[in-house]
């Protein structure tokens, strides 16, 4: 598990994109994504303008760039999750992996969530909606019955505020993790599949 | 329950403004709000834009007066949830009452909801956190485990978006409020309270 707690974000960015994208994401969260300028974010690295330029050529390509590994491991996680053949480990392999991935962008999505502009340049990208009805699939399993997709509609929605929701943010992530798995198999009836025995 | 149903939007719009209201929300349907003008409005009730204006100065005002009954029957369910002693009657009571007010305004919030125009008219009045923070204060009960502010959040976020996911828009309103109050009840950990007896 710990590899799996990893930010997505790395903590000392080495090269100079990933520099340049925890810059951004410094002043995002300060001036918000409209109000953040490519020239904000040399200033901050003590660069010129154009050394941003050769990684980015727009903000909208820098907020890409940011939110790009979640859609990315998103994607991963459909496709383990497809591989799964019972109902519990499919369950258990998506809803852990989610829970796993909003925690550990609980700060990126603290940023970028709320935000219009970072709203309006995923909408013209167009990758959420697919991701998100590819998730709801298979939560609610093959030729689901109406309460199946409503849960699996309440779960995704669910998780995603309660990740970054004010009244929760206090809690350390091991706290978050556990409550949220009670709360996703209560709501989706399913449970811990059997561990294999230690050996 | 009947009364309960009726739709915000009066169906058949009787005064200048209730008319004007159901124009715009159709424009901002096909258009978005952003791309609806009061000109708009006006030419397809076919009155002049003066007419327009002697109701609403502004498009925000005329999103806000589509908004606000929501608004303030979220806080008249506050307000009855908090009069309630017992937990499972205040939860009844809320979530009841919660789910009942999503999907009678299923249709105004498929046009509003994800609509970039509203987010930012909304977020700049500020009512919906402070509406938020009440409700989550009243569905995790006083002194609440981190378990409770957990399952609080997910449902409230769950239900918003189970209500016009695009996978259940076809659910008929009876069909995705029982099925909302199994899932609410399930998250929730309540049952139904006893029903008095038939007399």
Request: aromatic share 4%; glycine share 8%.
């Amino acid at each position: 598990m710990v590899a799996r707690l990893e930010p997505a974000i790395t903590p000392r960015p080495k090269t100079g994109r990933d520099k340049l994208l925890a810059a951004a994401l410094d002043l995002f969260s300060e001036h918000g994504v409209s109000g953040t300028s490519l020239q904000m974010i040399a200033d901050l690295l003590g660069v010129t303008k154009a050394a941003v330029y050769y990684h980015f050529k727009t903000k909208n390509e820098i907020v890409l760039a940011l939110v790009s590994p979640v859609q990315e491991e998103l994607t991963a996680l459909a496709d383990a999750a497809e591989q799964q053949r019972s109902r519990t480990a499919r369950l258990d392999t998506l809803v852990g992996g989610l829970i796993d991935l909003i925690i550990r962008n609980r700060s990126l999505y603290a940023v970028l969530q709320g935000d219009l502009t970072v709203a309006h340049i995923l909408d013209q990208q167009g990758v959420l909606p697919v991701l998100g009805t590819r998730l709801i699939a298979l939560l609610a399993g093959p030729d689901p019955e109406p309460e199946e997709l409503v849960a699996a509609n309440m779960l995704l929605g669910g998780l995603r505020d309660a990740g970054f929701a004010p009244q929760i943010r206090q809690f350390d992530d091991e706290t978050l993790r556990g409550h949220m798995l009670t709360c996703a198999r209560r709501l989706l009836r399913y449970r811990r599949p059997q561990q294999p025995a230690a050996h």
